[in-house]
């Protein structure tokens, strides 16, 4: 009997402890289910807080924890200082990782040390050297709960029972500004409105355990602090893309380990990630390539087959082909296989079924992809356009934004990272108001700035899509003389002159009346950059009169001591002058027998540009001889150096050439068509996936645009299953979840949040293209479709999106 109850015991402990979380070669904690990771991704100057970094739980495959660090505020915003890392060491044998912490503007050292034991992890926070004395009370150790994954969850602190609220709702206090550790640069994200005090959120509950999500096997984590009290704070108090923040203030005077937390995140025994099937939501045509890509947990047995059923008129499913999985193998952190049901080919409606898995319903027809650039030029675009009031049906989209114009920057640093020199490069001083910039021109994306270069993409991207396509398509009214944009009502113009016309009319503004282009069109302070609601209340529409009164409005009610007014980066660039006299001429030749006016004050800027560019580039030159060498290399040169990066300007020449110039294409594009082959080796989804901290969006639509056009002229080169993979990723085919990245495009399931800026009602503007998966180190892909505040993720940017509409025109001609 003792025998067999030591030998019981013995088992309980052994398989408990294969269940302990380790340190694996990745350098992080892990166990089925539980991935905590210490800054494996460490906070970035950038944008400061991105909510990505720092000690990090990925909790049964959704990230839900960030943030881990000594930070020095109750809930930071984006703008508040982080730490730097000073060092990172891990000790296999001791099970432990030590990351030093700085900040310089204190002069402020610490140190995390974390180690696993059992199942839990313990964070001890240490000090060499006390808090300083101006961070006392201030400096804390945080870790931030995403907010979407815990609220209406219930949580117990000490004995006390409690629930995540839905909206932040809970308490504050208001303290001198004096006592707030100084935000990024000395910038404010708030407006006191001459208070001189800043809101201090109060906690929801203290204590020195807690238990978060004990509703929810999947997300609950014990937390206990025996040397600290525990203080739950709603970040949403002071931001809306705040998470709930767990804090622990450090104790003043003291050295040594100073503060120590056990944290335990529950694992589901054996958990495993369901499959995620990835396939086109918007559909398949019925003569091209068909596959699924299956993202599997590395403890998922593959099945040997999965079926494509059909939805039959009157309701119930068939088994319409039964095929073989294939094997692709790991990438990253989970494995994958495919799902080849190319013959079938029938119209119809049909789902994937794979092991216990059905996906939602989708098409197999000749019309699938119609409609995919609908939404993009019939509501996003027209959206975004600046200075206009914009309307659809009973609802008002924004008023006309920035009536006082926009002032002179003076010398300055910005927080969109943007810099205005020591000299203004203008006629203008300091905070002089430059006249007729208030015309024309896009939001730049998820904010409300009109960046220059991304506006000169847009009309590039429009007369290019206008010259390859000619679309007739006509669904918005625009009047520049009455400011007025109104949805889906035609008023007799292509909309796409219309857009080029918008995006012209702002920059030809910028060339003539500050003399050469500006880096940018922005905010003269942070706590209007942040703006969320009506473009047209971001400033108080009044000119801003220093001799007034902050707040104070002039006798005549034309101007305002607020000093809330738009400033204009007129640093001078000479690329930025050069392209953007190329997007004038291209502009020019669109618009003409549109708006011939335009046209020609939009030549006559390119013509002085380039001229003017010219001589400074020879001044240039005679410094830097070297300098300008690249801009006159042959496209044989660019191809032989790198044929992926500039094949697509090669193949835009072909309408311009001769036949000769096409067959010497024809060998570059062979070896185009190799490389778009290896890329199928390198991951399982056969397109550029990037790994930087904005997702490869971008990179995806123009290597999809490319394979298109590249068909277009060499269809025996470029295959057809090379063709539909970009637009397969885009609308479903790609890692973490299967919706479609392109906002209300997919039949059945398009992504429900994205970073516009409409972003606080976690909502979208139709026709978005996320930047899509957002990789974290060192093996995590990651969209959010709870949450739209990670810009990396789910903004979709003016030029990206208009690029967007390029390769959805080219995909829709190459695949008729
Ligand atoms: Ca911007
Ligand atoms: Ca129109
Ligand atoms: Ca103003």
């Excluded at 009502?489 to 702002?506: S, T």
Aim: proline share 5%; aromatic share 12%; charged share 25%.
């Amino acid at each position: 009997m003792k025998r067999l109850l030591f030998y019981a015991l013995l088992l309980t402990t052994t398989s408990s402890r294969a269940q302990d979380l380790k340190l694996n070669d990745l350098e992080y904690f892990e166990r089925q289910g539980v991935n905590v990771l210490v800054f494996s991704n460490s906070f970035n100057g950038g944008f400061n807080d991105e909510k990505n970094s720092g000690i990090e739980i990925i909790h049964h495959g959704v990230r839900t924890v960030q943030g881990g660090a000594v930070r020095l505020n109750n809930t930071p915003e984006q703008w508040d200082l982080v730490p730097t890392m000073t060092s990172r060491k891990v000790d296999k044998e001791k099970g432990t990782i030590e990351v030093g912490m700085r900040y310089n503007d204190y002069d402020f050292d610490s140190r995390v040390v974390v180690t696993a034991k059992g199942k839990a992890v313990e964070i001890a926070v240490w000090l060499d050297k006390p808090v300083p004395e101006k961070l006392a009370g201030e400096a804390g150790f945080n870790l931030e709960f995403l907010p979407s994954q815990y609220w209406l969850k219930t949580y117990k602190v000490d004995d006390r029972l409690g629930r995540f609220p839905r909206y932040a709702t809970s308490l504050t206090t208001t303290r001198p500004n004096s006592e707030k550790p100084r935000q990024f640069k000395g910038f404010k994200t708030y407006d006191d409105r001459g208070t001189d005090r800043f809101v201090d959120p109060l906690p929801l509950e203290t204590g020195h355990s807690i238990a978060v999500a004990t509703d929810d096997p999947s997300r609950l984590i014990r937390i206990t602090s025996d040397d600290a009290e525990l203080k739950l704070f709603d970040g949403r108090m002071l931001a809306q893309n705040g998470w709930f923040v767990l804090r622990s203030v450090l104790p003043a005077g003291k050295t040594g380990k100073v503060v120590t937390w056990m944290v335990e995140p529950n694992a589901i025994p054996n958990w495993i990630r369901e499959p995620n099937i990835g396939f086109s939501q918007v559909g398949y045509m019925p003569d091209m390539p068909k596959v699924a890509v299956i993202e599997l947990d590395k403890n998922d047995k593959p099945q040997q087959s999965a079926s494509l059923l059909r939805i039959k008129d009157d309701g119930t499913t068939e088994v319409a082909y039964k095929g073989a999985i294939q094997s692709w193998g790991p990438y990253y952190k989970y494995n994958y296989v495919k799902f080849d049901f190319s013959q079938v080919k029938e119209p119809g409606v049909y789902c994937i079924e794979y092991s216990k898995t059905r996906t939602n319903d989708f098409l197999i027809d000749e019309h699938v992809y119609d409609k995919i650039t609908d939404a993009t030029t019939d509501v996003w675009v027209p959206i975004h356009m600046n200075h206009m009031y914009v309307t659809e049906g009973y609802r008002t989209w924004h008023g006309e934004p920035f009536r006082e114009g926009y002032l002179q920057a003076p010398e300055s640093d910005h927080f969109d990272l943007h810099r205005q020199g020591a000299s203004t490069d203008t006629k203008y001083k300091p905070l002089e108001l430059i006249p007729g910039l208030n015309v024309g021109g896009y939001f730049d994306a998820g904010d409300f700035d009109i960046e220059t270069s991304s506006n000169v993409s847009v009309v590039q991207n429009f007369v290019r899509i206008w010259e390859l396509f000619k679309p007739q398509r006509d669904e918005t009214f625009v009047s520049e003389e009455q400011r007025y944009v109104e949805l889906h009502r035609p008023d007799g113009v292509p909309d796409v002159l219309q857009f080029i016309e918008h995006g012209v009319l702002n920059l030809v503004a910028q060339a003539e009346q500050i003399g050469h282009m500006a880096s940018t069109l922005s905010n003269s302070v942070l706590d209007n950059y942040h703006h969320l609601g009506d473009a047209a209340s971001i400033t108080d529409g009044l000119h801003y009169d220093p001799s007034l009164k902050p707040y104070e409005v002039s006798a005549d009610g034309k101007s305002s001591g607020t000093p809330d007014d738009m400033w204009a980066f007129t640093t001078r660039n000479p690329s930025l002058d050069l392209q953007a006299a190329g997007m004038f001429t291209s502009a020019a030749r669109a618009l003409r027998g549109y708006n011939d006016e335009l046209a020609d004050r939009a030549l006559k800027q390119a013509e002085r540009l380039r001229a003017e560019s010219g001589q400074r580039q020879n001044m240039n030159n005679n410094r830097n001889n070297n300098r300008n060498n690249n801009t006159n290399r042959s496209i044989w040169e660019a191809l032989d150096r790198n044929v992926s990066s500039s094949m697509q300007t090669a193949l835009d020449s072909i309408p311009l050439k001769d036949a000769a110039y096409k067959e010497r294409l024809r060998p570059y594009v062979q070896r185009y068509a190799e490389y778009i082959e290896r890329l199928t080796i390198q991951n399982p989804y056969g397109v550029p996936i990037g790994l930087g901290n904005w997702a490869g969006g971008n990179a995806v639509l123009s290597f999809g645009t490319t394979v298109c056009i590249a068909r277009r002229y060499f269809p025996d080169i470029i295959s057809k299953a090379a063709v539909v993979r970009t637009a397969d990723w885009l609308f479903g085919c790609h890692p973490y979840h299967n919706y479609s990245f392109v906002a209300v495009v997919g039949a059945a399931r398009p992504k429900q949040v994205f970073y516009g800026n409409n972003r606080a009602d976690f909502s979208f503007i139709p026709g978005n293209v996320a930047p899509g998966l957002l990789f974290r180190r060192p093996d995590h892909f990651e969209n959010y479709d709870d949450w739209p505040f990670l810009w990396g993720q789910n903004e979709g940017t003016i030029a990206g999106n208009t690029q967007y509409i390029i390769f959805g025109s080219a995909f829709k001609e190459v695949v008729k």
